[in-house]
T-cell receptor, first 114, second 112 residues
Framework: GAGVSQSPSNKVTEKGKDVELRCDPI?????LYWYRQSLGQGLEFLIY????????KSGLPSDRFSAERTGGSVSTLTIQRTQQEDSAVYLC????????????FGSGTRLTVV | QQQVKQSPQSLIVQKGGISIINCAYE??????FPWYQQFPGKGPALLIA?????SEKKEGRFTISFNKSAKQFSLHIMDSQPGDSATYFC???????????FGAGTRLTVKP
């Protein structure tokens, strides 16, 4: 596609439920990133995929968070047993990788845990 | 560890004025310095970027000034317009590992 697509755009879930957030990167972009942005805050790095290499999971805040990238394209971020502090906008970005240019971000998924 | 420090946190400028946002970095391996613009409800969008082989890059009303020795770079918005009101993020990355670090953001408000 022309841009990075994220779904759903909004998600309201009950505390304790699991959620899955989806990201469709730009075709041909080998690198994919997940960030979290709390209200009025900066960008918190979560996880990074580059080609077939093992992902950099150093930013995941707890073991309730996991992500996978199937076939080097679509990625899913899963949050298990959601907590109220997980409420945030989850942003996905993709790039050509290896420092070749900047990131292209999706519009994000706004997650609200009630 | 915050590798990119951005200031100010918020900025109010009158229409037609100059908006200046500053960033400082620590890692001398960084070699790519982009600025992103984010409107409410949208993801950040690449605005302008610079590499350390030049000291300034201008695109329309937007200019990046880069000081390699001081490890600082700044965004200047000339003739600021209300439509420029957004949050701006500076960032820095190393081409070898594509690990990009973001500043904390600056919320710019341009008053008509």
């Amino acid at each position: 596609g022309a841009g990075v697509s994220q779904s759903p755009s909004n998600k309201v879930t009950e505390k304790g439920k699991d959620v899955e957030l989806r990201c469709d990167p730009i075709s041909g972009h080998t690198a994919l990133y997940w960030y979290r942005q709390s209200l009025g805050q900066g960008l918190e790095f979560l996880i990074y995929f580059q080609g077939n290499s093992a992902p950099d999971k150093s930013g995941l805040p707890s073991d309730r968070f996991s992500a996978e990238r199937t076939g080097g394209s679509v990625s899913t971020l899963t949050i298990q047993r959601t907590q109220q502090e997980d409420s945030a906008v989850y942003l996905c970005a993709s790039s050509l990788g290896q420092g070749r240019g900047g990131y292209t971000f999706g519009s994000g998924t706004r997650l609200t845990v009630v | 560890q915050q590798q990119v420090k951005q200031s100010p946190q918020s900025l109010i400028v009158q229409k037609g004025g100059i908006s200046i946002i500053n960033c400082a970095y620590e890692n001398t391996a960084f070699d790519y310095f982009p600025w992103y613009q984010q409107f409410p409800g949208k993801g950040p969008a690449l605005l302008i970027a610079i590499r350390p082989d030049v000291s300034e890059k201008k695109e329309g009303r937007f200019t990046i000034s880069f000081n390699k020795s001081a490890k600082q770079f700044s965004l200047h918005i000339m003739d600021s317009q209300p439509g420029d009101s957004a949050t701006y993020f500076c960032a820095a990355s190393n081409s070898n590992n594509n690990d990009m670090r973001f500043g904390a953001g600056t919320r710019l408000t341009v008053k008509p």
